[in-house]
């Protein structure tokens, strides 16, 4: 067998790892077992905008999985309620502690018949995967101890070896140890019942603890993330985009979330009030006074309104630039300030003119409306050093560029926050960026790459034009992140006629209940058009109008269900999550969280209502999925390599 000077030089590094025909042989038992593993069970969320504590009870209870789990383990064992009490143990181990303990006759032996059957619980989550899988899993100061309780076997034991386990178990208790093992096991469960994490899109924005989710985020032991609209805002404003930065403090002073501002993020407003206070002092804002009433310290709500003001201004005009540097985008219809007539107290927009509300603008009274004043570029100067020098925020959106993309093909299912640009009869739309006209996936690559350029290209030049994208992304008609034909937030705020407010979708919003769209654009992007979906967010499914998530046959999906307050008056629910087994696709309806204490309390686990989108007619395995691929092609190159040392191309080395 001839090899090229390129397989060569692969097999000779893959040679380092594996310096023998038995090495080789090794991994090649191990990759074939691995295959033959069910499949993980995945765990899908979308649009968290900041709600952490609803985002984290999701997690904890695992959309229902953990109950699940429970159920299989003590099937015909443990009662309903028994294992209500058990789940809300998993759930929140500290807080179930604290409250069972003090209750009981003898602790020691509730403690122990607890460990007991979290292990058993352990065990059980742990059948999908491989030892050395669930090791990296483990508290590294409980890992032997716990690698024994979990290889206790299912099936009868010797009493030698009953005695064994129950002398562990003992032990522990009597060394007082036990509550932490039973915090240990918790945890565990909770990392073993799901193996993958996809949150598609939009984590910041609306609630009150973007921060808070990220470090959970990062702190999680597989996670993909595919970007929405709010996320390459902050993106864009943590590069040192000005539009995102002003776009970014505006939105959490309309929705109150300044905490992950000033406290998560350590952004100082003082210079903004000073400003606002100067610039608007007799100025009631009342158009621009916070949607969401929650005091916020060291300001008062007629501060805040004013804050609000002075940079929605610096917005506006900021993203005119934009506007006229990118003929390209073909927004000159959103130029709304050249449409001012502060004088009359109108404003001329697309071709017709409202009466303003408000029509107190001194800082627009140039005649470029798009000019910011020397108090303006000073002020957004400072804000934009602010997120640049940020170190939570950088490693956050650092983050967020590691493990996040534009979309993502996975097991034969599309992946991608929003919607797609196509025309009425569903054909992708040819968009003129970076240079080239492109539709469909490559649109969409070429996003991601301006979306990486924004952030991390030391060409000023090339910079900008990645952060105007980023922008763009945010708001603009063919972004695939929005996909409406405009965002209406000038006229939400001054002008009093609704029809003004409209924001029309694009036509993808339509054809997305059409089968025959939805495997096209399967296909096109290299999905599976008759097993797999496309899975979205963006769209809140208002449920309370008869809304509903499924779509096409249940070929499209959209989760975004309203998991941040700020939308659960129009969902009726706190959020979708989709839970995908080696045996169901699995949507999951939410209640809003109240707290782990009440639930405690009351011995109630508002377990989601739950709908089976698919069910496959054998258990899939490891084998099946994209890693299945992977690891085929790893097969592959092992059977090269063991070629290459029977044939002498390779020298087999000795080990130690």
């Not at 058993?120 to 995967?129: G, I, P």
């Not at 941040?564 to 080696?582: C, F, K, M, P, R």
Request: glycine share 6%; proline share 4%; with cysteine.
């Amino acid at each position: 067998m001839s090899y090229s000077d390129q397989e060569l030089r692969l097999l000779q590094l893959l040679s380092r790892r594996f310096p023998s025909i038995t090495a080789a042989h090794n991994e090649m038992i191990n990759l074939y077992a691995i295959m033959a593993l069910p499949k993980g069970t995945d765990h899908y969320l979308s649009d968290i905008h900041g709600a952490y504590d609803q985002f984290d009870h999701m997690l904890r209870h695992a959309s229902g999985a953990v109950r699940r789990k429970l159920a299989q383990t003590f099937e015909g064992e443990l009662t309903n309620q028994e294992q209500i009490e058990l789940a809300l143990l998993v759930y929140y181990p500290e807080q179930k502690l604290r409250a069972t303990l003090p209750t009981l006759d003898t602790p020691a032996d509730w403690i122990a018949e607890t460990i007991v059957r979290l292990a058993r619980v352990a065990r059980t989550s742990a059948q999908k995967y491989t030892r050395s899988k669930v090791r990296k899993r483990l508290d590294p100061q409980r890992a032997y101890v716990l690698e024994e309780l979990l290889s206790e076997s299912e099936a009868a034991e010797t009493a030698q070896k009953e005695q064994y386990y129950r002398s562990i178990v003992a032990t522990i208790v009597e060394l007082g140890e036990g509550e932490a093992f039973i915090i240990t096991l918790a945890d565990l469960i909770r990392s073993l019942v799901i193996d993958r994490l996809y949150v598609i899109g939009d984590i910041y924005d609306r609630g009150p603890a973007a921060e808070k989710v990220m470090d959970r985020l990062m702190a999680y032991h597989y996670v993909s993330i595919q970007w929405g609209n709010h996320d390459v805002s902050w993106m864009g404003a943590a590069s040192g985009c000005p539009a995102l930065v002003a776009n970014v403090v505006r939105v959490a002073l309309r929705y109150s979330t300044l905490s992950t501002l000033i406290d998560g993020y350590g952004i100082n407003l003082r210079e903004l009030s000073r400003f606002a206070d100067t610039v608007y002092s007799h100025d009631p804002c009342h158009a621009f006074r916070p949607k969401v009433a929650s005091p916020i310290e060291d300001y008062t709500s007629a501060a805040l309104a004013r804050m609000h003001k002075a940079i929605a201004a610096i917005q506006f005009k900021l993203e005119a630039q934009i506007i006229r540097r990118h003929p390209e985008y073909q927004m000159e219809h959103r130029l709304i300030l050249e449409g001012l007539d502060l004088a009359a107290g109108t404003a001329m927009i697309e071709g017709r003119t409202y009466q303003l509300l408000d029509a107190n603008w001194p800082t627009m009274g140039g005649r470029d409306r798009s000019v910011l004043t020397p108090g303006e570029s000073e002020l957004i100067a400072d804000l934009c050093a602010q997120f640049q020098q940020s170190t939570r925020l950088q490693r956050h959106i650092r983050f967020l560029y590691s493990y996040g993309n534009m979309f993502q093909v996975h097991d034969g299912n599309l992946k991608f926050h929003g919607c797609l640009p196509v025309d009425e009869a569903g054909n992708f739309i040819h968009f003129p960026l970076g240079g080239e006209e492109l539709a469909g996936p490559a649109l969409l690559t070429r996003y991601e790459q301006m979306a990486r350029e924004a952030f991390f290209s030391r060409d000023v030049q090339v910079r900008r034009a990645g952060q105007d994208a980023l922008w763009y992304l945010w708001c603009g008609e063919h972004s695939p992140l929005y996909g409406r034909l405009r965002m209406a937030t000038f006229e939400r705020y001054v002008i009093a006629d609704p029809v003004a407010h409209e924001e029309p979708k694009g036509p993808y919003y339509a054809l997305r209940d059409d089968e025959a769209f939805c495997k096209r654009v399967l296909v096109a992007f290299g999905a599976d058009p008759e097993h797999g979906h496309i899975i979205n967010g963006h769209t809140p499914v208002k449920t309370r109008r008869g809304e509903r998530p499924l779509l096409a046959k249940g070929k499209l999906i959209i989760i975004d269900g309203g998991m941040s307050e700020a939308y659960q008056h129009e969902t009726g629910i706190a959020g979708y999550t989709l839970v995908g087994s080696s045996h169901v696709l699995i949507l999951a309806a939410h209640e809003a969280f109240t707290s782990a204490e009440a639930m405690i309390r009351t011995g109630h686990d508002p377990t989601p209502h739950t709908e089976y989108v698919q069910t496959f007619p054998r258990r899939l395995l490891i084998g099946d999925t994209d890693t299945g691929t992977l690891l085929r092609g790893q097969l592959e190159d092992l059977r090269k390599l063991v070629a290459a040392y029977r044939e002498g191309v390779l020298i087999e080395q000795e080990t130690l």
